[in-house]
Structures are given as structure tokens and as C-alpha cells.
């Protein structure tokens, strides 16, 4: 083990309170994407569907509490709790990596939810997965008795960590063996995925990406703070804002695989951020920070608040779209400022 896993998890937690874990020259550029306001909606609130469908389950709502947490026992509450909401407001739910259990299985309660989602992921890196194979995988989605696995990318994470991987082949060959054997979400994890890692993905099978743009939390940020050696730390202020922006990750890996589906993470906080990423083209919208950080300041009861805000805020958005579904939201073709359009012709070349 590169080092405790445990200790990290728990320092993980702490830092991603602060708010420089979103560094200020990383823009997600949601900024840039304004939704067309329809003065006669004739709609009522009642009318919009806000329900869809990911992985072959459906929900009530186009949102996901995607994984960030696991391995502590302050960890599993979280993970508890939470996953007790997307179960009672109908939403995905994904515990973080998952890859500590594969070392320690004694810390298994830190993942295992009681309550249950319409959809429930479990959770591995890539380069976990090249190592330990997909029996692994599918062992993890056993334990927990999830609906499937997300295979996280993190690349930028891992070369500023001390003792991080430093090889990140074989990758898209232990994917391909693992998807006809489980529902698979591949996401990256703040730095975006490109055109050419979508089409490259559809190739090996995926049908569901979570491309998790840069705009939010910064994991080599994160690696940063907690880094000893001064060349971590200068590595991970160089690379903080690293990555493709959320916004035009979701439009070109539409523009690329029309019938991948799509989650948008990275800096979704709140209902009007869901709203602009499906209007992008994104089936799914994905947060954890806000969930994580109303959690640790006021419980249970400010989380459902901040999830239950944005389900509101989303079905409002719709309603001033006049767009009764998600299929008539992005029918209203929201207008996009710079630099999001040159960003997207950028990925389009």
C-alpha cells in the first residue's frame, strides 16, 4: 500500500471543507451558458417531469450524489446518511473509491449502505483495476450489493500524491473485460474527459461516461495541501487548475457518442448549474462537495435541505424554460457565450 489509505481518507475529508479546494482560475464555465427564459411557460410546475433514466434505472429526478467518501467511520456515516436521501428524494447515489477494502475488508461498514437508491454505485480506479483485475471489481459490487461500478480516472491526483501511480497502462483493456460483466460508469474526477477518451471508451464498450470537468474540486489541489515534499507541493499548485472545463465536456462528448450517457460533475451546485449541464446535452447531472460539506455543518437535516433545494431549483429552471422534460430543455437551445464556444470548436478539431 502506497501509504495509509485510511489516515488519507480521513485528511481528504477535512481539506475539502476549505475553499480553496476550488482554485479560482478554474472555471467550469456553466458561466457562459444562459438559458432562454419563456414569458409564457404555459406550463404549471405540476406539468415537468423531471424523471429519467441511467444504466437501466430509472429516477426520479436527473441527479446523482456521486462518490467522494469511504473507509472511516466519519466516512461511513456520511456515505449512510447520504445514500439514505438519494433514497428517499429517488437519485443516484456512489460511494467513493473503494480500493482501501481491498487491502482492509474489515472497514467494509464504511461502504455498506443500509438505505437503497434507485441506483447504487460502487467504486475503483483505473489503475486498481489494471492491477487486481476484474473479479475485484465485480467482489466490490457484491459487497455492497450495488447496481454496478464506477471506474474512476485520476491521472493528475495521483502524479502530485506522494507515492501516487506513476503508471497508468492497460487501462482501457481492464474496462473492456470488466464491461460485459457489470453496469460500468467511467469518470474521471475534476480534470475532464476529451472527444477522443469518449469515442475510445464507446469502442471498449462503455455506454456511460461521468466526465467530471475541471470547475470544482481540485484533487491536486487537495494533494497539495496534504503533500511533505516541496516538489509535490509545487507540482500540485502547477496543475490545480488543470483539465477541460465540465461545460465543454458535456457538449463535445455529445457532439461525439450521441447516445453515450452522460453525467456532468464538476462544479454542480446547485439546481440552475443541473439544469444548464442537461441543456448542454448531459442526461445526468452529478455533485458531492455541497452534499459533503452541509453534512459535516449541520447534519442530515441541511443535507436533504441542499438536495431538496436543487431539485427545486432544477424543476423551476424547466418550468422558466417552458420545458415540460429534459427532451424540450434542451430543445430550447440555450445560448453560449466565449470562451465556452471556442473551447468547444477547440475539442471538435
Do not use: Y
Amino acid at each position: 500500500m502506497h501509504d495509509d489509505l485510511e489516515q488519507r481518507k480521513s485528511q481528504h475529508l477535512d481539506l475539502v471543507q476549505r475553499g480553496e479546494v476550488e482554485p479560482d482560475a478554474a472555471d467550469p464555465l456553466f458561466g457562459c451558458v444562459r438559458l432562454i427564459h419563456r414569458a409564457l411557460p404555459e406550463l404549471s410546475l405540476d406539468d415537468v417531469d423531471l424523471s429519467t433514466e441511467l444504466c437501466g434505472r430509472a429516477l426520479k429526478a436527473p441527479l446523482m450524489v456521486t462518490g467522494m467518501t469511504g473507509g472511516t467511520e466519519r466516512a461511513g456515516q456520511i456515505n449512510r446518511d447520504l445514500a439514505a436521501l438519494a433514497q428517499e428524494t429517488g437519485v443516484a447515489f456512489g460511494v467513493g473509491s473503494m480500493r482501501i477494502l481491498l487491502d482492509q475488508p474489515e472497514l467494509l461498514p464504511t461502504f455498506a449502505v443500509q438505505s437503497r437508491p434507485p441506483l447504487l454505485f460502487a467504486n475503483l480506479g483505473a489503475q486498481q483495476l489494471v492491477q487486481r483485475g476484474t473479479d475485484a471489481a465485480l467482489n466490490l459490487i457484491d459487497l455492497i450489493k450495488a447496481d454496478g461500478i464506477a471506474i474512476h480516472l485520476n491521472a493528475a491526483q495521483e502524479l502530485v500524491q506522494e507515492g501516487g501511480d506513476r503508471d497508468f497502462r492497460g487501462q482501457v483493456d481492464a474496462i473492456s473485460r470488466l464491461v460485459p460483466r457489470a453496469n460500468v460508469i467511467v469518470k474521471e474526477t475534476g480534470c475532464g474527459i476529451s472527444p477522443p477518451v469518449v469515442a475510445e471508451l464507446w469502442d471498449a464498450g462503455v455506454r456511460a461516461v461521468d466526465v467530471s470537468g475541471q470547475g470544482g474540486t481540485s484533487w491536486p489541489r487537495v494533494e497539495q495541501l496534504r503533500a511533505k515534499t516541496p516538489e509535490s507541493r509545487g507540482l500540485g499548485a502547477l496543475l490545480s487548475d488543470w483539465g477541460i472545463p465540465t461545460a465543454a465536456c458535456v457538449v463535445a462528448a455529445r457532439m461525439t457518442s450521441p447516445q453515450m450517457q452522460i453525467v456532468a460533475s464538476g462544479v454542480i451546485r446547485s439546481g440552475l448549474d443541473a439544469a444548464k449541464a442537461i441543456a448542454l446535452g448531459a442526461d445526468v447531472a452529478g455533485f458531492a462537495l455541497p452534499m459533503v460539506r452541509a453534512h459535516q455543518q449541520g447534519g442530515v437535516a441541511t443535507a436533504r435541505e441542499t438536495l431538496k433545494g436543487c431539485i427545486a431549483a432544477l424543476k423551476a429552471a424547466f418550468l422558466l424554460c417552458g420545458a415540460r422534460n429534459a427532451v424540450a430543455l434542451r430543445a430550447s437551445r440555450p445560448v453560449l457565450l466565449e470562451p465556452l464556444r471556442s473551447w468547444i470548436e477547440g475539442l471538435a478539431e
